[in-house]
């Protein structure tokens, strides 16, 4: 099933660059989730949305802003990639027993 | 500090048996727990779930038990299959509206044939 797709799926990036990563859902959720999937951590809440141009922060949320402006897309962004940001990202949609998007690896040199 | 974990790493099952995954928590605020499994190169894929008012709960060959008094959960996989190989994850939610799951390390299972 395609309700949650992620893009890129690999993007390598140069420290200092930002980096826009796309979450997209055709399931009409109100909820949206980016997590960072690191070894030794399993997988962490960045930032969240539970509307449009409704957001709030996670977990780990200092690099990262995030914006949604329709119900289907939610963007993540590194204003200024870091090594540290070097990771799996996942977005996920909807509520009780979410659905995770296939990933996206993304390297920073 | 990590308020889910899953203290083992990796666990290996003989095609058959059950296989038993553990979870513990700290957050005595925790009301809802999930279990995900995820294979290589795929997002984690929503498995069972269990809310604080029970203790059980059981769907095909999965079932998680939940012993709030000791903040433990655990996954029982009975028999386990080849096809259950992969590494699982624990996530617990304060079920604040949005769902925001805090995740366990995550434990990889093997199954032997």
């Known amino acids: 099933d395609a309700g949650i797709t992620q893009s890129p799926r690999h993007k390598v990036t140069e420290t200092g660059t930002p980096v826009t990563l796309r979450c997209h859902q055709t399931?009409?959720?109100?909820?949206m989730y980016w997590y960072r999937q690191d070894p030794g951590h399993g997988l962490r809440l960045i930032h969240y949305?539970?509307?449009?141009?409704?957001?709030d922060k996670g977990e780990v949320s200092d690099g990262y802003s995030v914006s949604r402006s329709k119900t289907e897309d939610f963007l993540l962004t590194l204003e200024s990639a870091t090594s540290s940001q070097t990771s799996v990202y996942f977005c996920?949609?909807?509520?009780?027993?979410?659905?995770f998007g296939s990933g996206t690896r993304l390297t920073v040199v | 500090d990590q308020q889910v974990k899953q203290n083992s790493p990796s666990l290996s099952v003989q095609e058959g048996r059950i296989s038993i995954l553990n979870c513990d928590y700290t957050n005595s605020m925790f009301d809802y727990f999930l279990w995900y499994k995820k294979y290589p190169a795929e997002g984690p894929t929503f498995l069972i779930s269990i809310s604080s008012i029970k203790d059980k709960n059981e769907d095909g060959r999965f079932t998680v038990f939940l012993n709030k008094s000791a903040k433990h959960l655990s996954l029982h996989i009975v028999p386990s299959q080849p096809g259950d190989s992969a590494v699982y994850f624990c996530?617990?939610?304060?079920?604040?509206?949005?769902?925001?799951?805090?995740f366990g390390q995550g434990t990889r299972l093997t199954i032997n044939p």
């Open positions: 996920a949609s909807g509520s009780v027993g979410y659905t």
């Open positions: 399931e009409n959720h109100r909820y």
């Open positions: 996530a617990a939610s304060a079920n604040e509206g949005a769902q925001k799951l805090v």
């Open positions: 949305s539970y509307g449009v141009k409704d957001t």
